[in-house]
């Protein structure tokens, strides 16, 4: 995983960052334990509870009466919105853990996502003949649009922009994409084996998709919207979470399984296989330091440190745990990510370290650059990025769709630029 030296190389771009990261230090980031951690909350099927785990000390503090499919948390951990067998969706106060809403939505319910910005929930409803996705506005906690997508719906994921939510059509064999500024599908992927599970990477270019009816990972290029790869995993591929960095995918095998895997989208192969019994979601703290995954059968939810990939704890929960959720991740800045995807591509042994020196030097020029107002100065650091990415690609130091993922990036900082 990410050393301890990456993080904060990810976080010194901007010089009020620098200043903010070398405090940390000086006041000894080695004891981050004592920092707060978010709240993981889990669906409890069995027994119609939800389980509130300090992902701090790995116990669960409350115990909240109340049915749930599936959980996703606003960006501020704030409300926690659950899918129930009723097809509604309640909507729980984080503060109170009391119910304060209840939204009817399509049949049959299935998973939810909340944008970035935390303004919309999206939830899928599973239709066997048509599926649909209801949209949630979170401030009035209404359904404003209810979007026709393939059949049987199930996973849904959002980009890190909030600009597309991608839905994977089990019985159709698709994956749908909306476009969230008009609530349409503006594209359909085709080429999986009932498609259920999906996660997008923080830079927002590819997604990974589970093909529940084989033994294979999906991956798109969500610039080109077509698939690119598929990654052979050896199990049944279930529910998926992403790393911060962009740099893992870690996949819960199906129930039967006992397993998740851990996918390098630098390389698109399996770098681990940690054993865990009868997986069934999993969630990534927000520091990328451990993967939760619930374990069904056992009634307890399994850490994963991502450092080791080991499991270095078990946490008792409620019966029959189906789903986790952390807070939603907000808003990511564009350039922290790029960074972090260029970083990728060295821990996965693409890039030399020099070389990704020398691109990451490029960023932060660019950063240095916006945080003075010099627009045109900064557009030019970009399109010098861009011209060193494709030196690599000509050097065959990276493919041409890992060097192009690297210039979409880019080019969309321009854009936001106006260069």
Request: aromatic share 6%; charged share 10%.
């Amino acid at each position: 995983m990410t050393t301890l030296t990456h993080k904060f190389s990810k976080l010194m771009v901007g010089p009020t960052v620098r200043v903010v990261a070398i405090l940390l230090v000086l006041v000894g980031y080695a004891t981050a334990a004592t920092f707060a951690q978010p709240r993981a909350y889990v669906a409890n099927l069995n027994d119609n509870t939800v389980s509130v785990i300090d992902s701090a000390t790995n116990t669960v503090v409350a115990t909240v009466p109340v049915g749930a499919g599936a959980i996703a948390v606003t960006p501020d951990g704030a409300f926690a919105y659950l899918t129930t067998s009723n097809n509604t969706v309640s909507v729980l106060d984080t503060a109170t853990n009391t119910i304060v809403a209840t939204v009817p939505v399509g049949p049959g319910p299935s998973t939810i996502a909340i944008t970035p910005n935390g303004d919309f929930a999206y939830v899928t409803n599973f239709g066997i003949a048509t599926g649909t996705v209801s949209v949630i506005d979170t401030a009035t906690n209404t359904v404003i649009d209810t979007v026709i997508v393939g059949r049987a719906p199930e996973g849904l994921a959002i980009t890190p922009d909030g600009a597309f939510v991608y839905v994977p059509n089990a019985l159709s064999h698709t994956v749908s994409v909306i476009d969230t500024a008009t609530n349409t599908v503006s594209a359909t992927v085709s080429g999986f084996i009932l498609p259920r599970w999906i996660a997008i990477t923080p830079d927002g270019a590819f997604a990974y998709v589970s093909n529940n009816d084989g033994s294979t990972v999906a991956v798109i290029d969500t610039a080109t919207n077509t698939v690119i790869a598929n990654i052979q995993v050896g199990s049944t591929p279930g529910r998926i979470d992403i790393t911060p960095d962009g740099a893992f995918a870690y996949v819960a095998g199906d129930s039967f399984d006992d397993v998740v895997v851990v996918i390098s989208t630098a390389t698109n192969t399996v770098i681990a296989r940690v054993s865990v019994p009868d997986p069934g979601d999993v969630a990534i703290r927000p520091d990328g330091a451990f993967a939760y995954v619930t374990d069904f059968f056992s009634d307890a939810v399994s850490v994963i440190d991502t450092t080791t990939n080991t499991v270095t704890a078990t946490i008792p929960v409620g019966d029959g745990p189906f789903a986790i959720a952390f807070p939603t991740r907000g808003q990511t800045d564009p350039i922290g990510s790029l960074t972090a995807q260029v970083q990728a591509l060295v821990a996965g042994g693409i890039l030399a370290e020099n070389q990704g020196a020398a691109l990451i030097n490029k960023l932060e020029q660019v950063q240095t650059k916006i945080d003075q107002g010099q627009t045109t100065a900064a557009c030019n650091q970009l399109g010098a990025f861009i011209n060193q990415v494709n030196a690599l690609i000509n050097n065959g130091s990276l493919t041409g769709s890992q060097g192009q993922a690297l210039i979409n990036a880019a080019n969309a900082i321009k854009a936001s630029l106006g260069c």
